[in-house]
């Protein structure tokens, strides 16, 4: 769309100045630009979260997607390289795209950063501490926009590598979006949480962020750990959105980094 600005009057007189102060405030009401292909990717978005294609499921192509919003297929490429890019969905050679999943194995960890000193981790094991349902905390309900006293679902467990303790969770979940979710079907998944909220639930994480910081061990987490009490952890609080960046899990992880590091991809 072409816009055409009018010449301002000289702002020294009476007139140039409210004729100035007028366009200022009216660019300031004016609605921002959004290039089309940004359009038709709000348009997916909203058609994921919707539900119309699930996790893992394909997506229709782009010369369908392109008659279905009336725009070109290079407009629907664009939009969905963004969305690719941003891990939302998962491009297949000769076979399509398809939303992304936590229950794929390259998607698994994408979320768990911590890297053995040596070699590759070749998974680790889980260990369910606990599942129960509760209150909100005022500080938990506050970062997941709930009411203090809401119920929530409060999940513990330990991460093992080669069969030691080495990360002790803390996951809180809004009560309203996990009522089936108990320890029995906990354990009865053998995948991914993630994969778990999203084939159960409905509820697909798809960004995070985190707060690090550098804490001692207290004495009950240095015996879940098996490090002795005062021992340096690393504590990364995670808050993980789904689409509408709509916050739906709050999860706090005490690392034992003596055999690990952390590993962050900056680009």
Not at 80 to 108: M, P, S, W, Y
Not at 225 to 231: D, F, I, K, T, W
Not at 249 to 256: A, D, H, P, S
Request: with cysteine; charged share 20%.
């Amino acid at each position: 769309m072409n816009t055409r600005v009018p010449t301002s009057p000289d702002a020294s007189s009476p007139a140039g100045s409210g004729a100035a102060s007028a366009a200022s405030a009216a660019s300031s009401s004016a609605p921002s630009f959004s290039p089309l292909y940004r359009q038709i990717k709000s348009l997916i978005i909203a058609s994921l979260q919707a539900g119309e294609w699930r996790a893992g499921e394909g997506i229709p192509s782009e010369v369908e997607l392109a008659a279905r919003f009336g725009v070109s297929q290079g407009t629907v490429r664009k939009a969905i390289d963004e969305l690719a890019a941003e891990n939302l969905v998962v491009r297949r050679q000769g076979k399509g795209t398809f939303v992304a999943t936590h229950a794929e194995q390259q998607q698994q960890y994408r979320f768990l950063r911590l890297t053995p000193d040596e070699g590759q981790e070749p998974g680790l094991g889980r260990q369910l501490l606990d599942c129960r349902r509760q209150r909100a905390p005022a500080w938990i309900a506050h970062q997941l926009n709930m009411r203090t006293g809401d119920a929530m679902v409060e999940v513990r467990r330990l991460l093992h590598s080669k069969g030691k303790p080495v990360v002790l969770d803390d996951i809180w979940l809004p009560g309203r979006l996990f009522g089936g979710l108990t320890t029995e079907r906990l354990n009865q998944h053998r995948g991914p949480f993630y994969g778990l909220f999203e084939t159960e639930f409905g509820v697909h994480m798809i960004r995070a962020q985190e707060r690090i910081r550098a804490v001692a061990a207290d004495a009950e987490a240095a015996a879940l750990l098996q490090v002795e009490p005062g021992a340096p952890l690393l504590s990364v609080e995670r808050l993980s959105f789904t689409y509408g960046d709509v916050p739906v899990e709050l999860r706090r992880g005490l690392y034992n980094t003596s055999t690990h590091f952390y590993r962050n991809d900056l680009n």
